[in-house]
């Protein structure tokens, strides 16, 4: 015989089913979009009150195209620019999926989840025969153009994944010094959140530690716990860029 | 009626559906190995009352909030933004978010909180990284320790 509290939690799960279930039979592809497009609005939370936020070449009928693979060319999907609202000439432009070719080797490339990019950064196109067979275009922007690069994981933080984000902070970001991260990592007084590394699941007390150190020692920011602390993450004490890196 | 767990998985695409066995499974692995190393903690839950078929019901309702409520509920969580709202998002060929789906999302979320609250389970055991961890807040929080 079910006992009574687990009989009680089954029928409103059976309830809960029978209205949802169409909201999330979902692919696991739609499930990660989601959660990518949730650090992208966070993001550019970061932005609204130094910035205006324009979201720049929507489709015909006014939608964002949102790039979804380096295969396509950045210029043909949408993006925000990202305009100073004290008067000054800066603007920049937060994008989605852009492969980066890095500073240190042409052949190292990566393609951060969201980035910010100087404006009008050249996307490449050129044709490389190790890509596609040399059929399709190959669309890279320099990594000089990269003001932050960040990462969104919608899994439970473990220690390799934290530090697996400092690959990305050094072969993206031209500026970083690893000999004087600290000096970088003081820095407060920019527009920019330091390449942050955006993760959904809850940490335990060690990996809080760590992520603290790392924030400490780097530029960048290591924001988890996004499914239980939740999406106001400028509560949070967050590194900026200093603004002589704009 | 089906259990918590067969209701939950009945309901998600293939590849989602692997995935919350995969977890959930793990999660009852883990459970299995406090018991057989006498983990204090797991007797200490038991002794409270939550019997394994309890804790098998927490670690499925754990592992669907982190797999398919809380992604989903990232990207519909503010009204009012433009992006995703009057502004819809077209992500690839067939995905679109826009104000009806943050609203149907935001409705899903509210009533699967409700549900969850309604049986005493709270969200600090769906947040949960392992079922050791699960087990450590429910302790924790019966016996009025939890902040």
Redesign the interface.
């Given at each position: 015989m079910t006992?009574a509290?687990?009989?009680?939690?089954?029928?409103?799960?059976?309830?809960?089913?029978a209205?949802?279930?169409a909201?999330?039979?979902?692919?696991?592809?739609?499930?990660?979009?989601?959660?990518e497009?949730?650090?992208?609005?966070a993001l550019?939370d970061s932005y609204e009150d130094s910035c205006d936020?324009a979201?720049q070449n929507?489709?015909k009928t006014?939608?964002?195209?949102?790039l979804?693979t380096p295969s396509g060319n950045p210029a043909n999907f949408s993006f925000?620019a990202l305009r100073r609202k004290v008067a000054t000439t800066a603007e920049y432009e937060l994008r989605q999926q852009v492969r980066i070719r890095s500073h240190i080797h042409d052949d190292i490339m990566v393609t951060p989840d969201l980035v910010v990019l100087r404006t009008n950064s050249a996307f490449g196109g050129s044709r490389d025969a190790d890509y596609a067979g040399g059929k399709r275009g190959l669309f890279v922007v320099n990594s000089a153009q990269v003001i932050a690069a960040h990462e969104c994981k919608?899994l439970?933080p473990f220690p390799e994944l934290l530090v697996s984000f400092l690959g990305i902070l050094e072969v993206v970001h031209p500026w970083f010094d690893h000999l004087h991260a600290d000096l970088v990592s003081n820095a407060s007084d920019g527009i920019h959140l330091a390449p942050s590394l955006f993760v959904?699941?809850?940490?335990?007390a060690l990996q809080s530690r760590m992520a603290d150190a790392l924030r400490e020692r780097f530029p960048v920011n290591m924001i988890l716990?996004?499914?239980?602390v939740g999406?106001d993450i400028m509560g949070r004490p967050l590194r900026r860029l200093p603004s002589a890196l704009n | 009626m089906p259990n918590v767990f067969e209701i939950l998985r009945s309901g998600l695409s293939p590849d989602l559906r692997q995935k919350f066995e995969d977890r959930v499974g793990a999660m009852g692995r883990e459970l299995r190995y406090m018991d057989e190393t006498d983990n204090a903690q797991l007797k200490a839950a038991i002794d409270l009352g939550w019997s394994f078929e309890r804790l098998g019901i927490l670690c499925a309702l754990n592992s669907f909030f982190q797999l398919v409520i809380a992604p989903l509920a990232s990207s519909a969580g503010t009204q009012g933004r433009t992006l995703g709202d009057t502004v819809p998002i077209i992500h690839g060929e067939k995905l679109r978010f826009d104000r009806a789906r943050a609203t149907s999302v935001r409705a899903m979320v509210a009533y699967f909180m409700l549900s969850i609250n309604a049986a005493g389970i709270g969200e600090r055991l769906l947040t949960a990284s392992h079922a050791g961890d699960l087990v450590f807040y429910l302790v924790l929080r019966d016996e009025g320790l939890l902040g």
């Open positions: 006992e509290w687990v009989a009680a939690v089954e029928d409103r799960i059976q309830d809960f089913a209205r949802f279930s909201v999330y039979s979902v692919s696991e592809r739609e499930v990660a979009a989601s959660f497009i949730g650090c992208f609005h550019l936020l979201p929507l489709n006014g939608e964002y195209r949102y979804t925000v919608s439970p959904g699941g809850a940490s335990r716990g996004l499914h239980s999406w | -």
